[in-house]
Nanobody
């Protein structure tokens, strides 16, 4: 099982940018679907962005399309989430997750994933 560790969260103002990182240990992420989810207090976990298992396709939640970008390093050990034009509604704890049996139609379903990081807090002030 792959271990994941997020970093890069913080407190920013509306309109600012942040880049989150998700570092994998134990094995590269080849063949794994990798996704970012977020969860605000009192709300359900929300899909943010994902790579398919082949790594050739990316998918985004409707609320972040055009503002967030998921990418990965060539060694496939780190996945990034570039977040631009941040809004107060983006305030949440952001989680990285991976799974090697996630089919494309299930990328937005958190129960489809096997490994989760501890999360990193992003707070956007107005």
């Amino acid at each position: 099982q792959v271990q994941l560790q997020e970093s890069g969260g913080g407190l920013v103002q509306a309109g600012d940018s942040l880049r989150l990182s998700c570092a994998a240990s134990g094995r590269p992420l080849n063949g794994y679907a990798v996704a970012w989810f977020r969860q605000a207090p009192g709300k359900e976990r929300e899909f943010v962005a994902a790579f398919s298992r082949t790594g050739s396709s990316t998918y985004y939640g409707d609320s972040v399309k055009g503002r967030f970008t998921i990418s990965r390093d060539n060694g496939k050990l780190t996945v990034f989430l570039q977040m631009n034009s941040l809004k107060p509604d983006d305030t949440a704890k952001y989680y990285c997750t991976a799974g090697n049996r996630v089919i494309t139609s299930n990328l937005g379903n958190p129960v489809a994933y096997d490994s989760w990081g501890q999360g990193t807090q992003v707070t956007v002030s107005s």
